[in-house]
């Protein structure tokens, strides 16, 4: 059971270039997130989806698009990366029902546009 | 919308100590609250989550209390380890199934 797995786990781009970060979990969790962690600013929700299908914005979703690929799978994509993009990314899952809320976190991605 | 914030950015305590660290939140129709640590290069981990119909939760070394009437809440570490040296945060949330993040308490424990 390895949990929540993310890939790349470092990552360089330039300014312009795209990219896309993998998230994969094995919980069977329904609902999954993307956060952005930027230093003394806590992890901020740029896009989650409830469930299998769905996909709703977070509180900075400006320049970024998700892909929810099937019930394991959660992909973030940066179109055209900027310098403001550089950040630790995290995906996160939950089991979603009203019984637990926890989420559980993958390693993080740490990325850079120069 | 939901704001959560930290009493303070940083915490140093001696090893053994007890170390009590804050968290006030704004929406008072959060139902949900937890606790995450996280260390260097690392992803959070969850310590503790408790619900609105409680007030006071205890996991081992940790305890989290909560008052509704003033929006705090609070995580208590019991005989501080080193191993405890990490960012603690604390987030809020209900039955939308978001969660809130605070901006993290940097916790340093000094032999």
């Known amino acids: 059971n390895a949990g929540v797995t993310q890939t790349p786990k470092f990552q360089v781009l330039k300014t312009g270039q795209s990219m896309t970060l993998q998230c994969a979990q094995d919980?069977?969790?329904?609902?999954m997130y993307w956060y952005r962690q930027d230093p003394g600013m806590g992890l901020r929700l740029i896009y989650y989806?409830?469930?299998?299908?769905?996909?709703d914005k977070g509180e900075v979703p400006n320049g970024y698009n998700v892909s929810r690929l099937n019930k394991r799978e959660f992909s973030l994509r940066l179109e055209s990366a900027a310098p403001s993009q550089t950040s630790v990314y995290f995906c996160?899952?939950?089991?979603?029902?009203?019984?637990?809320?926890?989420?559980?976190f993958g390693p993080g991605t740490r990325l850079t546009v120069t | 919308g939901e704001s959560v914030g930290l009493h303070l950015p940083t915490l140093s305590v001696q090893e053994g100590d007890n170390s009590i660290i804050n968290c006030a939140y704004s929406?008072?129709?959060?139902?949900?609250f937890i606790w995450y640590k996280q260390e260097s290069g690392k992803g959070p981990q969850f310590i503790i989550d408790?619900?609105?119909?409680?007030d006071k939760r205890q996991g081992q070394r940790v305890t989290v209390l909560l008052n509704k009437t003033v929006k705090h809440l609070s995580l208590q570490i019991a005989a501080t380890q080193p191993g405890d040296s990490a960012v603690y945060f604390c987030?809020?949330?209900?039955?939308?199934?978001?969660?809130?993040f605070g901006k993290g308490t940097m916790l340093l424990v000094s032999p």
């Open positions: 996160a899952s939950t089991h979603g029902s009203t019984s637990s809320y926890e989420q559980y």
């Open positions: 919980m069977n969790h329904n609902s």
């Open positions: 989806s409830a469930s299998e299908g769905t996909t």
């Open positions: 929406n008072s129709a959060s139902d949900y």
């Open positions: 408790i619900r609105s119909n409680m």
């Open positions: 987030a809020a949330g209900g039955g939308y199934s978001t969660l809130t």
